[in-house]
C-alpha cells in the first residue's frame, strides 16, 4: 500500500466520529449545489464551500478557507470539483461548438487576432485567459513572481499596472510562435481559466468604468461614455466627459454594437468568455470561479508546482453581486432578454443560472 492511500485512510479514521455526529445530529444539511456559485451549497446559503458530500454523508468543511483540512483532503477535494467542472464544460461546448465559428484549427490559423486574450508562461508550461475584473490583476503578479520575471515573493507588493505593461507576460498571439507550436502548446500545456458570473462581471465593469471617478474611469468615459449618451439620449447636449451614462443606455450599446453579430470583438471589460476565451475551441485543464477564487487558486499553485509559501492574496468581500438586481430592474423585458441572449453560451458553458447571483462572501 503506498503511504498516500495509507494516509487517506488515517484521515478517514479521523474523520470517521465527525461524519456519525453529523448523521446521527444535523437537521438540515444543504446538498452540494452545481449552479450560480459552482461547486458549494444551494445558493442561498451565500457561501461557496461549506459541505461535501463523501459516501453520501455530508461533511463540515469549513475549515477548507482557513488551511485546517489535512493537504491530502484539500487536494482530493479541489481535483473532484475541477473534474466536475471540466466535465459539465466539455458537455455543454460540444452543443455549443455548433453554435460558434471558432475551432482549434481556425483558432491556430487565425491566431493573432483570437488568441489576444491568452498569456503563455513557458517556464510553468501554462495559459491563462485573462478575463477583467476575475482577479485578473491577482494572477498576473502571481505568473511575474513564479516565472521569475521579479525578484518580489509578495505579489501585492507588485504596482497594480505593472503585470498590463505590454511584453511582461508573453501572449499566446505572439506572431513568432508557428502554428506547429501552437498545437504543442495546446496538447502539453497546463490551461485555466476564472470565471465569475456573467451579470456580476458585467455591473462591475459598469460600476468601475462608466460610474466611478477614477483615471480609468475617466477614459473609458470618454472612449465610450460619449458615444453611449449621444446615441441612446434624446437630448441634443450631452456631457463631454461622458458623465451619467445609465446601465440602460450601456447594455443597449452593447446589444446593438453592430460588430458583435460578425464576432468582432468587444472591449475586454464585457466581451462574453466565450469570444476571449474560447472554451469550445481550448480544453481548459483548469476552471476557477470567483465564486470560489481561495480554493481554486489554492489547487491550481500547487497543479502548476508553485513554491509552497506562495499563496493568492487574501479575498477582498465583494458586494457586487448585491448591485445586480437593482440595475436589471431598470431595463425593458426585451433589453433584458437581449442581454441574456448576447451571454447565452457564458452562462450555459460555466453553469451559470441567468437570474441575479447571490452574494459571493469570498
Given at each position: ?352 443560472e441567468e437570474d441575479s447571483p447571490q452574494q459571493n462572501g469570498s
Amino acid at each position: 500500500m503506498d503511504r498516500d492511500r495509507l494516509v487517506r485512510l488515517v484521515v478517514l479514521g479521523m474523520l470517521l466520529p465527525t461524519l456519525l455526529y453529523y448523521v446521527a445530529t444535523a437537521s438540515h444539511k444543504p446538498e452540494l449545489h452545481f449552479g450560480a456559485y459552482g461547486y458549494g451549497p444551494n445558493p442561498s446559503v451565500g457561501i461557496a464551500i461549506q459541505k461535501y458530500t463523501v459516501c453520501s454523508f455530508n461533511v463540515d468543511f469549513s475549515a477548507f478557507r482557513s488551511g485546517k483540512l489535512p493537504k491530502l483532503v484539500r487536494a482530493d477535494l479541489s481535483r473532484s470539483l475541477q473534474a466536475k467542472r471540466t466535465q459539465v464544460v466539455s458537455s455543454d461546448t460540444e452543443n455549443a461548438k455548433k453554435l460558434t465559428p471558432k475551432s482549434s484549427s481556425k483558432l491556430i490559423k487565425n491566431n493573432k487576432g483570437c488568441l489576444r486574450d491568452l498569456d503563455r508562461e513557458e517556464q510553468l508550461r501554462a495559459i491563462f485567459c485573462k478575463v477583467v475584473d476575475v482577479a485578473c490583476t491577482n494572477w498576473k503578479r502571481l505568473l511575474m513572481i513564479m516565472s521569475g520575471r521579479t525578484n518580489r515573493t509578495d505579489p501585492l507588493t507588485i504596482p497594480s499596472h505593472v503585470p498590463h505593461i505590454e511584453g511582461v507576460l508573453k501572449r499566446l498571439s505572439d506572431k513568432h510562435i508557428t502554428s506547429t507550436g501552437l498545437r504543442r502548446i495546446f496538447k502539453t500545456y497546463t490551461k485555466f481559466i476564472f470565471v465569475r458570473h456573467p451579470l456580476e462581471r458585467l455591473t462591475s465593469a459598469y460600476r468601475n468604468k462608466l460610474v466611478k471617478n477614477t483615471s480609468s474611469a475617466n477614459e473609458f468615459k470618454k472612449r465610450y461614455g460619449v458615444s453611449m449618451l449621444k446615441k441612446y439620449r434624446k437630448s441634443k447636449h450631452v456631457s463631454e466627459k461622458g458623465n451619467g451614462v445609465k446601465f440602460s443606455e450601456f447594455v443597449n450599446y452593447l446589444v446593438d454594437y453592430k460588430g458583435y453579430n460578425n464576432r468582432a470583438p468587444l472591449n475586454e471589460h464585457w466581451a462574453p468568455y466565450v469570444d476571449m476565451c474560447h472554451p469550445c475551441a481550448i480544453n481548459y485543464d483548469i476552471i476557477g470561479k470567483y465564486e470560489t477564487l481561495e480554493e481554486d487558486a489554492e489547487y491550481l499553485l500547487r497543479k502548476v508546482g508553485a513554491n509552497e509559501d506562495l499563496h493568492f492574496p487574501p479575498v477582498n468581500p465583494s458586494n457586487t453581486a448585491t448591485f445586480v438586481p437593482f440595475y436589471m430592474s431598470t431595463l425593458s423585458k426585451n433589453l433584458t432578454h437581449r442581454l441574456l441572449d448576447m451571454y447565452s453560451l457564458d452562462f450555459k458553458i460555466f453553469d451559470y443560472e441567468e437570474d441575479s447571483p447571490q452574494q459571493n462572501g469570498s
